[in-house]
Each structure stands twice: as structure tokens, then as C-alpha cells.
């Protein structure tokens, strides 16, 4: 095969086509939807709580874990949130293979995928058309600066998950006391992560609390210039929502 007809493998991992035949970056993700799954989280820390589980000293893993297959097989499948269930929502996935923007790394894991139903004829990458969510502990043992902004915020940034996206979500277990406002905010302004993070707007309380357990929910903004397949550049502005539940 001569050169000028030899197939990009990174291409080839990333999307399956070429990407001038897609929409990117794909569509926002309507706010009704985020405030649905919001509700969902919502409800399955409470079915954790009714039940017993230890939030307060299960590992990140067991808590995602839990949280993953109430949210799939008791509230999707099965009703309790109103607009979340089969019909309008895929299958929600723990774990799932994904590629990175550029094609490099073919088995990267974000904790959560609610992928997304779309219309006939949508120029979206179906693997990629969802809202991914990193978790996080937040705690004496686990920093909002390098666990929750290092270690998961900063995947987003890189183009590591949610590449063709423009909404994603962060999702914090907090414990010791922890909040959005006296500890993540200073850590996201501590140099350098501002520009790590390429910070346009800090997060932004956008939802007041119905949950004694829970913040409200907030957003921040980010911009992104992260690389495709085959030298290509994919520039915009993220939207990244926080989440935070006690995990007390």
C-alpha cells in the first residue's frame, strides 16, 4: 500500500471514519438531561443510605460500584426517577473501554457512562455521544487538588474521556467535612492548575440543594484544545458540572 493511501490506525480507533464526517464537538447535552441525572444520583445515594451501605468507609471502586448498578438495574430499568428509564436513556455502563482523542490509548475507563439516545441520521460518534462522570473521594486522604482535580478533572481537560463532548460531570464522595466552596474552588486557583485546567469560570452554584446530603449543583467552564487523529485539532469550551454528596 503506498503512502498516500495508508489507513491511520489512530483514526481508525478514534472514530471508525474520517472525522469531517461527524458533528464535532457533538451538540450540548440539553440541561433537562444533566438535571435527570442529577435526580438519579441523587436517588440512588438514597437507596444506599436506606440500605446501609457504608459510604463513610467503602472504597472509591465500591461506592461507584454500588452507585452503578442501582442507577442501572433498580432505577432505569425499573422506574423511580421521573424521564429516567429505558426509553429515553442507553444502558448505563461502569467501566467502559473508551479511546482517547488523539487514537493513542484504546482502553481508557471513565467511572460512569449515561450514553445517550439520539435522533436517525445524527453525525455523532455513537461510543463517544454520552455524559461521562469521573468520581472521586474528597477527604483528609484524598485532596480536591491532586485526587479530584489532578487525577479526574484534569482526564476532561486532556481529551482522555468525553474528547467529543462539550458537557461532562464531575462526582465527589465528600467526607471530613469537605465542600466545593472552601476546598475545591482555593484548589482549583492554586497554581499552576488554572492554566492546567485551562479555567474560564470557577464553579458556579446553578441548582439550589433538595438533599440535606447533597451541594448544589454547580458548573464551571474550561477551555479545550486537545489533538485528533492525523494532526487534527479539536478546540471549544467544556462545561464540567459538580456534583458533591456526602459520603459521611
Known amino acids: 500500500m503506498s ?33 435527570i441525572i442529577r435526580q438519579a444520583l441523587l436517588r440512588a445515594f438514597q437507596i444506599l443510605r436506606a440500605n446501609d451501605f457504608p459510604l463513610a468507609t467503602a472504597k472509591e471502586d465500591e461506592v461507584t460500584t454500588a452507585l452503578a448498578n442501582v442507577i442501572e438495574n433498580k432505577l432505569r430499568m425499573a422506574g423511580g426517577v421521573p424521564g429516567f428509564d429505558r426509553h429515553t436513556f442507553d444502558k448505563v455502563i461502569r467501566h467502559a473501554a473508551t479511546t482517547t482523542s488523539d487514537g493513542t490509548r484504546i482502553k481508557k475507563e471513565p467511572d460512569l457512562q449515561f450514553s445517550l439516545k439520539t435522533d436517525d441520521g445524527a453525525r455523532i460518534v455513537s461510543t463517544q455521544f454520552a455524559l461521562f462522570v469521573e468520581a472521586k ?47 475545591l474552588i482555593p484548589a ?59 459520603a459521611e
Open 137 to 183: 473521594p474528597v477527604d483528609d486522604t484524598h485532596p480536591s487538588g491532586s485526587d479530584y482535580c489532578d487525577e479526574g478533572l484534569q482526564r476532561f481537560i486532556d481529551g482522555i474521556y468525553a474528547w467529543a463532548m462539550q458537557d461532562v460531570m464531575m462526582l465527589a464522595y465528600a467526607r471530613d467535612g469537605r465542600t466545593i466552596d472552601r476546598h
Open 3 to 35: 503512502p498516500s493511501t495508508s489507513i491511520s490506525l489512530a483514526g481508525f480507533f478514534t472514530t471508525g471514519l474520517d472525522p469531517t464526517d461527524y458533528d464535532l464537538p457533538h451538540p450540548r447535552i440539553d440541561f433537562p438531561v444533566i438535571l
Open 188 to 246: 482549583m486557583k492554586d497554581a499552576p492548575r488554572p492554566t492546567r485546567l485551562a479555567t474560564v469560570s470557577y464553579p458556579t452554584q446553578i441548582v439550589p440543594s433538595v438533599d440535606e446530603h447533597a451541594e448544589p449543583l454547580h458548573v464551571s467552564t474550561h477551555a479545550r484544545r486537545i489533538p485528533l487523529a492525523d494532526d487534527q485539532v479539536l478546540e471549544g469550551q467544556l462545561w464540567v458540572y459538580h456534583s458533591w454528596h456526602s
